[in-house]
């Protein structure tokens, strides 16, 4: 009986070069950086060995086109061309890094009920409670509101 792994490799050495697009997609983020990363991702590898990156729009493209070369080096293929097109889904980012919501304390649950104190309708002035007093239970931001 033969294995699958090996069927599988075999069907993908008939395609050549695109053989090594396992190995240049994972080094690809680090290779590039976090913002190219983020704009363009490779897609293929053509028949002449030329890795296809797909950009997020024409100038990405552009631009990421006049670092052909270097970018080419860095990655470890001979050529690399650019163009737009679809880019693969960012990936959501794990709920263990994404830190915890503050939970609300007695205070901003109370504060909310008295902002919230003037809606008529129950399920309305229950949500917009819950909203008030999480954002009251945030750290203040140094960020601008506009």
């Known amino acids: 009986m033969e294995r699958i ?4 490799r075999r069907e993908l050495a008939r395609f050549g070069p695109s053989a090594g697009m396992t190995e240049i997609v994972a080094a690809w983020p680090e290779a590039v950086g976090e913002a190219i ?3 363009a991702w490779p897609a293929r590898i053509g028949r002449d060995g030329t890795l296809h990156v797909h950009a997020s729009d024409a100038i990405w493209a552009f631009e990421l086109g006049q670092r052909a070369q270097e ?6 293929v001979e050529r690399i061309r650019f163009a737009p097109g679809p880019l693969p ?3 959501e980012e ?11 304390l007695p205070e901003h649950l109370e504060q909310a009920a008295r902002i919230t104190a003037g809606i008529d309708d129950d399920e309305l002035r229950q949500t917009v409670a ?3 007093a999480a954002s009251l239970a945030r750290e203040p931001s140094d960020r601008a509101a506009w």
Not at 71 to 76: C, H, K, L, M, Q
Not at 94 to 104: C, E, G, I
Request: charged residues 25%; glycine residues 6%; aromatic residues 0%.
């Open 5 to 8: 792994g090996d069927e599988v």
């Open 37 to 39: 990363a983020q704009n």
């Open 71 to 76: 970018i080419a080096e860095r990655v470890g």
């Open 89 to 91: 889904a960012a990936a």
């Open 94 to 104: 794990p709920a263990a890094r994404r830190p915890a919501a503050p939970k609300p």
């Open 130 to 132: 819950r909203a008030v």
